[in-house]
């Protein structure tokens, strides 16, 4: 669930939102319309925690995972090679798929004493490497990069080589792979060929 209380932001004189009040609940598909300037941007990023609100409050639950493809897109991952751009969604389970990668290494090199607690702990981030969907991961992001346009042949071009179309795409699909529980569109058919 979304949640905004009497949310005001101004930027100098420029008062974007004003006591702005609602609830999303889950499974619901909401979309925000209104001029340039309405405010719409905004709540996305109060919401994201890039911006905070002048006053009122806006959340949803922590546990959620929140994705959002931005409407431009800023000198985002040059030099990096499509498919990785998309794998990297998740830094948090890159992070552990490194940490599992040392604590290997360490069990390598331990006494057989501490091998049997540092096997457990290993067992334990497989686990939760697995419920993450890392073993999957590379597929899942072939798959959907695939289900949107992309030429097999192109996942190991850079980032950087396509157009602004295929970059807010690519940006699509960063989001879809780390299956988010909320994502944000904001203006999704722009610069779309």
């Not at 702005?20 to 709540?43: C, L, Q, Y």
């Not at 905070?52 to 800023?74: C, F, I, N, W």
């Amino acid at each position: 669930m979304i949640q905004f209380s009497q949310v005001s932001k101004a930027f100098g004189t420029q008062q974007v939102l004003q006591d702005v009040t609602f609830t999303i609940h889950d499974g619901e598909r909401v979309g925000f319309v209104g001029p340039n300037g309405a405010g719409k941007s905004t709540m996305f990023e109060i919401l994201t925690g890039n911006l905070s609100p002048d006053k009122g409050e806006a959340t949803y639950p922590g546990a959620m995972r929140l994705a959002y493809v931005r409407q431009q897109l800023h000198g985002l991952a040059n030099g990096v090679p499509l498919l990785d751009y998309v794998e990297n969604a998740m830094p948090d389970l890159n992070l552990l798929h490194d940490q599992m990668v040392a604590l290997e290494e360490d069990i390598s090199r331990a006494e057989d004493a501490a091998k049997p607690k540092m096997l457990e702990r290993l067992g334990e981030m497989q686990s939760r490497y697995e419920h993450l969907g890392g073993y999957e991961l590379k597929n899942r992001a072939e798959t959907i990069l695939s289900g949107l346009g992309f030429a097999t042949e192109r996942f190991s071009d850079s980032f950087d080589t396509f157009s602004g179309g295929w970059k807010i795409r690519a940006e699509l699909a960063r989001n879809l792979v780390a299956r988010p529980d909320i994502l944000l569109l904001d203006e999704p058919t722009n610069y779309l060929e």
